[in-house]
């Protein structure tokens, strides 16, 4: 493998590879080797359309602990604001000897474009493209129940999950579907009929809108963040019903099973789709997620650019 | 279970038997005794995967002869490879250091077979990452010859001459169920 565009790409061997690897570095860097070697040399650019935090860090952390070169592109500021389109930017990025593009963009299928226009010849990760998928948050997920869950080792079948929230614009769910199922975890999507979108149904989740019907018997619940600027689009009534029906709090919080997690992509809306008690509450791993998630993301990069041809 | 090369298999002969082996490493153990004085200030790390099964076999012949428990670790070599970009990219195996660490230890380095020498090259700049040893010595089971690099070994269980179309193997039984080092051509 030579792109990771999609978590529905990933056979089961090459998911746990990724994880077994992540594993691996993480250890590395909590016995303090701040950095390793194998990417000397390789360039990756971070190519951001959209806004972003945590995974454009996470992702320059992840190759500068790998000894890359990283270059970051983001569009404001960039003569994409000129107009410069995709190819022409790719082009440029190409002739600069980018070994791998780390590409974020708001159009849903971007990376798979660049990946597979012949613009460019290095490795395409896709960081989050539009409401399409976002496989390294879903990597970094199942890495995240893995460590809680089954003590690091191998996959995750018989592990239940309720993905809660705006699954309707939402990549990280897709995303997380398709990886959990591969591992052989169980998912239930939890939203109100209008966050789910048509054709939900052939997915391989179970579909519920009962929230304290859907957290009692499952061993983790990832929390979606609510887009507040999508709330006018008469989705739900009013901030306050959704955080009534589909909100985490402690009181939900109680009914869950004692080992079950608490987990959210971030950036949290606190008081909306999780309050601030369960936030920063002992099953909340929260904070763990975005550490796990450079780990997950150097082992994505030394899979791709560590050897002759990635995973 | 799988790596198991019967006796008489075609091309492959057993150049160790499981009492060679023992003999080997009790051999190995007395010898790093006397050379570290009495084995006060040893580290023993071993390069997963058979070089760390090694050393933690070689740490507890140590403690049987001297008494008191040595520190041992694994140390994973992959991503200092001179050879990473040349094959497609390797599983990374685990690393453990032992509770006081290695700085100012004497670190001796465990392996199954000294061939090339890159391997040890790569050892010796993973483990420079994890702090500056007071000295480091290489003790391998199998010498078969052939360095590429100016580096030997300072405890050696058993020199094979062999030629580069061979290939030895060796087997330990916590991993492949049975103790031997094999020699075959390879095909």
Known sequence: MKHLLSAGD???????????????LAA?????????PPLRGRTVVNLFYEDSTRTRISFEAAAKRLSAD???FSAKGSSVSKGESLK???????AMGADAVVIRHDASGAPHRLANSGWISGGVVNAG?????????????????????KNNQGDLDGVKVAIVGDVLHSRVARSNVLLLRTLGAQVRLVAPPTLLPIGVNTWGAEVSYNLDESITDVDAVMMLRVQRERMNAAFFPTAHEYSFRYGLNANRMKTMQDHAIVMHPGPM????????????????????????????????LYLLLGGTEGI | MTNVVEPGHRNSRVVLDADDMARALTRLAHEVVERTHGATNLTLMGIPTRGADLAARLALKIESIQGSPVPVGALDVTMYRDDLRLRPARALLPTTIPEHGIEGRLVVLVDDVLYSGRTIR????ALSEHGRPQAVQLAVLVDRGHRELPIRADYVGKNLPTSKSEQVSVHVLERDGIDQVTIEQSS
């Open chain 1, 10 to 24: 990933l056979s089961r061997e090459q998911a746990i590879t990724i994880l077994d690897t992540a594993t691996q």
């Open chain 1, 28 to 36: 590395a860097t909590a016995q303090g080797v701040g950095k390793l």
């Open chain 1, 70 to 72: 990283v270059i970051n």
């Open chain 1, 88 to 94: 022409d930017t790719a082009l440029t990025l190409e």
């Open chain 1, 129 to 149: 493209d539009g409401t399409h998928e976002h496989p390294t948050q879903a990597l970094l997920d199942a890495y995240t129940l893995r460590n809680h869950l």
């Open chain 1, 269 to 300: 809306n606190r008081g909306m789709e999780i309050s601030a008690d369960v936030a920063d509450s002992a099953r909340s791993v929260i904070v763990e997620q975005v550490a796990n998630g450079v780990s997950v993301r150097m082992a994505v």
């Open chain 2, 122 to 125: 790569s050892a010796l700049d």
